[in-house]
């Protein structure tokens, strides 16, 4: 299996300060949803890992936050994209919860989900606690400098070029590149 872990906000949607507290909110990244399309092309299966404290914080509920998600789905489709599944956690920053990232709870419900070692596995985010959560799997951390990309990559001046893109499209263009390259038949 080909499995790819987006964040949602900064990663696939513009991110807000004020959080995305209903459909009319969620407005996607241009050439994210294009993305999405491109890695379902490839045969990725495309699954969300998102922090959504707003249930918490009762700036909404469980059943905005899957309106919102299914015009994500929705809009995904209508380009010719699938997201296989969404996972989330609702819990504050201070709750002490094991799925709120950088924890690596997410990504262990992922693995379990699709009962599947996530070494290696490309994970995307715009913040710094979507590439520890990433590390702490050891799976393959990318960062976009979309949503807080651009802050999160001055705090980390270090992070090898190779994992850091301008957008999700230009990631998923050099990953699929990269993987038919790796899969192209020698002529030997």
Sequence with gaps: ???????????????????????????????????????????????VATNQSGIARGYYDRATLEQIHQKMQTLAIAKGGRIDSIFFCPHGPDDNCACRKPKPGLLQQIAEHYQIDLQNTPVVGDSLRDLEAALAMQCRPYLVLTGNGQKTKSKLPNLPASQVFIDLLTLVNALVEEVAKNTVPSSE
């Design 1 to 47: 299996m080909k499995l790819i872990i987006l964040d949602r906000d900064g990663v696939i949607n513009y991110d807000s300060d004020a959080y995305i507290k209903a459909p009319a909110e969620w407005q996607p990244i241009p050439g994210s949803l294009e993305a999405i399309a491109k890695l379902t092309q490839a045969g990725y299966t495309v699954t």
